[in-house]
């Protein structure tokens, strides 16, 4: 490896990468407060807006933009992410922030990639591009990390992405695992390719809660949990509930739904709900605010692996719920064909190793793991010791078993699903 | 005053016109007017490109999505004059707006109780110490008011720096908390909003001729009488800035209730935000915002019309 963390940046220590793999979500609250209308208010969407005033009526089930891509690709790649969602580097020449994996990648193609980690929030980027999608614009961008849910979804179903080639993408045949490949929000992967993932479940502090919380319905109990002292994430709410009932959330209609808002509406009545939250619910954890809340797995791992903090978090009995963050191609892009390049390159083993060093996510490529766990053993000190926790954690590696257990979300395809949806859901954490 | 100027300007010019009877003034006249109104332009020029790009724009993309209708997963949203999306809007948060009202006025209320003695005791009697004192106000707002928020939340944690302490002394029960209930939010608000409402109240009292006050005085008016009388009176252009400045954007606020309250104390800010940030319903969020836009501009009107400004005004240079 030409480009090993190490090679790069020697000044490199191992409390930066801690502080480097905490969950994105969790830090992304801050700047969506500050900037999510700002960003949609961007100057270009402001011109779509004014200018392309596109005839309604193409809606419905249009099939996504298509592109040849045995074209020659473009020279620059203009890639959107999250934040802190990628491996970064200081350049010991010029002093900036490099990727090493993309570097890596510039290097052997001759493309140049431009990236962005201007994402905060699924509904607020997309709102963003939505002028220049609607005008059948270039929105800028060639590649996009959106997670499955009603963004996604609509970005598949009204042909604003560019259908993807299922013949070019050798390493992503060869190497992504089973859970990122076919997924049920986009059959036969054709558009779109999981970029990293993760699990929602629960968390507690351990000298909150009289004995350990296995069940949601624990998160009912004053018993065991007190009284207000239980968070609850509004967007995933339902699908975990819904995982908790025994329902299997693909196969989900509005009778389950009103089941799933039955049960929070007794998590009300139980006088243990503190609050429901959007993304905010680490601050009120880690102030002892809470004893139990449902939670990103990489949120209270990361206190409780890097900061030996008295947390736990668990997969409930009845499941925990999976989502990707997917990269796309919008369509109209400049280099869908450079894109489709890229997206197959991370799931070269020794890339996506790269990236998940740093980001401490569920790879799409289950070789990584080995790979973590070699580059322990080549390794000395606590640098060693961290690298082989993160080989052997299991929820970054999730066998068959644990999978069983952790489906996707309910994919809303139609806006009448989505509103029946939203008339049952909405209004509980509302009031 | 500029236009005082002109008029008196323009009326001394007439008189100069009718003694001679000549043209050559009234060109004159017209030049001054001409180069008056270039150099007016020029001056405002900055400030209103500013004002069409930071202000007219988004307002304008705003109203134009709120008349917009369609679906998110069939094709997007398109413009179709959706007046409905107004009605629907308001139906569905009337509650949330009357809570954010209620919030707003009861905040707004506390810092003009807080913020009114402290400026006027700054501007009378703070002497040299003035700047400094009005310096420390301002202090904690060179901080973010998300952090400043956020770090309300640790302060005021149900285990935290202040109530953990107490409890620990057995001043408070144990299942004590004020954190994720409307007093936190109330009170967050009043927090976050003091220097908007301490500047303006500080800079009308500093402006008052304190002569003024000594002459009451003179004429046997009480300390209190000489507030009630002179004082307060000459305030209310500061007391109406106060109101306007806190009051409006206190009831579009949703961070105070996202990090200090809970699903008891939603208000409308929030509303639009979930609107926007997870039910992608773009549309129905603009109309609910221009709703609280035009609610706010009728709001401040009727305070206008209520505190007076121009009399008021008008009082204050007497």
Redesign the interface.
């Known amino acids: 490896m030409t480009h090993d963390r190490k090679d790069v940046d020697p000044g490199f220590s191992a409390s930066l990468m801690r502080g480097m793999t905490q969950r994105r979500v969790s830090r992304r609250d801050?700047i969506?407060?500050?900037g999510?209308?700002v960003g949609?208010?961007s100057?270009a969407s402001?011109l779509a807006?004014?200018g392309g005033?596109?005839?309604?009526?193409?809606?419905?089930q249009?099939s996504g933009a298509t592109v040849d891509f045995s074209a020659p690709p473009g020279d620059t790649i203009n890639f959107a992410n999250w934040p802190l969602y990628i491996d970064s580097a200081k350049d010991p020449d010029t002093g900036e922030r490099i990727h090493p994996s993309l570097v890596s990648f510039t290097e052997e193609t001759g493309i140049a990639v431009n990236y962005n980690d201007e994402i905060q929030?699924n509904?607020?980027f997309?709102?963003e591009l939505?002028p220049q999608?609607?005008a059948e614009q270039d929105t800028g961008r060639d590649i996009i990390v959106i997670t499955n849910g009603?963004?996604f979804?609509?970005l598949t179903?009204?042909g604003w992405v560019t259908e993807l080639d299922p013949s070019m993408r050798p390493n992503f045949d060869a190497n992504a695992a089973s859970w990122a490949k076919d997924p049920d929000y986009d059959p036969g992967n054709k558009y779109s390719m999981a970029w990293q993932s993760g699990l929602t479940g629960i968390g507690y502090l351990t000298e909150k809660v009289s004995r350990p919380v296995t069940t949601m319905d624990d998160l009912m109990n004053p018993d065991i949990v007190g009284?207000?002292s239980v968070g609850m994430i509004?967007?995933d709410m339902p699908d975990l509930v819904m995982i908790n009932l025994g329902i299997d959330p693909a196969s989900s209609g509005p009778a389950e739904w009103q089941e799933a808002a039955d049960w929070i509406q007794m998590l009300?009545d139980s006088g243990t709900?503190?609050?429901?939250y959007?993304q905010?619910y680490i601050?009120?954890f880690t102030?002892?605010?809470l004893a139990a809340s449902m939670a990103w797995s990489g949120d209270v791992l990361y206190y409780k692996i890097w900061e030996n903090k008295p947390y736990e978090w668990v997969v409930p009995d009845g499941g925990a719920l999976l989502w990707i963050d997917n990269m796309m191609i919008p369509a109209n892009s400049a280099n869908p064909q450079g894109a489709y390049q890229l997206m197959d390159y991370v799931y070269l083993p020794e890339i996506a190793q790269m990236i998940t060093e740093w980001v401490a996510y569920m790879s799409p490529v289950p070789a990584v793991q080995d790979l973590i766990a070699q580059h322990a053993t080549e390794e000395s000190g606590e640098y060693a010791a961290d690298l082989a926790d993160m080989a052997e954690n299991p929820l970054l590696w999730p066998d068959d078993a644990l999978l069983a257990q952790t489906p996707f979300g309910r994919n809303?395809?139609?806006?009448e699903e989505?509103e029946e949806w939203?008339a049952i859901f909405?209004p509980i954490?509302?009031? | 005053m500029p236009q005082d100027q002109s008029k008196d300007l323009a009326l001394l010019t007439a008189a100069v016109a009718g003694q001679s009877g000549e043209e050559p003034p009234k060109r004159a006249d017209q030049f001054l007017a001409k180069r008056r109104s270039r150099v007016a332009y020029g001056i405002l020029a900055p400030g209103g490109i500013y004002l069409m790009?930071a202000f007219i724009?988004?307002l304008?993309?705003v109203v134009?999505?709120s008349l917009q209708s369609?679906?998110?997963?069939?094709?997007?949203?398109?413009?179709?004059w959706a007046f409905e999306n107004y009605a629907d809007a308001f139906a569905s948060s009337k509650?949330?707006i009357a809570r954010a009202l209620l919030y707003s006025a009861l905040a707004t209320v506390l810092t003009i109780l807080l913020a009114y003695p402290m400026a006027y005791w700054i501007a009378f009697y703070a002497g040299r110490w003035k700047s400094t004192l009005f310096f420390l106000i301002l202090v904690p707002f060179f901080v973010?008011?998300?952090?400043r928020t956020?770090q309300w939340?640790?302060i005021l944690?149900?285990?935290?720096l202040l109530f953990g302490f107490l409890k620990d002394l057995g001043l408070l029960p144990d299942?004590f908390?004020v954190?994720?209930g409307p007093v936190a939010v109330v009170a967050g608000i009043t927090y976050n909003f003091l220097p908007f409402t301490a500047l303006p109240l500080y800079v009308a009292l500093d402006r008052i001729d304190k002569g003024l006050v000594e002459a009451a005085k003179d004429l046997y008016a009480t300390k209190f009488e000489a507030f009630r009388k002179v004082v307060l009176p000459l305030s209310f252009p500061g007391l109406f800035a106060a109101l306007v400045l806190t009051f409006v954007p206190a009831t579009g606020d949703?961070?105070n209730s996202?990090?200090l309250?809970?699903?008891?104390t939603?208000m409308v800010g929030?509303?639009i935000?979930?609107k926007?940030?997870?039910?992608?319903?773009?549309p129905e969020a603009a109309a609910l915002s221009v709703i609280l836009m035009i609610g706010m501009l009728v709001i401040a009107l009727a305070y206008a019309k209520v505190l007076g400004t121009e009399d008021s005004t008008l009082a204050a240079a007497a």
């Not at chain 1, 005033?53 to 419905?60: E, R, V």
């Not at chain 1, 709900?273 to 429901?276: T, V, Y």
């Not at chain 1, 809303?412 to 806006?415: A, C, K, V």
């Not at chain 2, 926007?276 to 773009?282: K, M």
């Open positions: 801050l969506k407060y500050g999510a209308t949609t208010l100057l402001i807006a004014c005033d596109t005839a309604p009526g193409s809606g419905g249009t929030a509904a607020s997309f709102g939505l999608l609607q009603r963004e979804t609509a179903v009204n009284t207000s509004t967007g009300k709900l503190r609050k429901f959007d905010g601050d009120d102030a002892g605010n809303l395809t139609t806006d989505r939203d909405v954490s509302e009031t | 790009l724009v988004p304008i993309l134009y999505t369609g679906g998110l997963l069939s094709g997007g949203y398109q413009f179709t509650t949330f973010s008011f998300v952090i956020v939340n640790f944690a149900d285990d935290g299942n908390r954190l994720a949703y961070v996202s990090v309250g809970s699903n008891r939603t929030q509303v935000q979930t926007f940030l997870t039910e992608a319903d773009y």
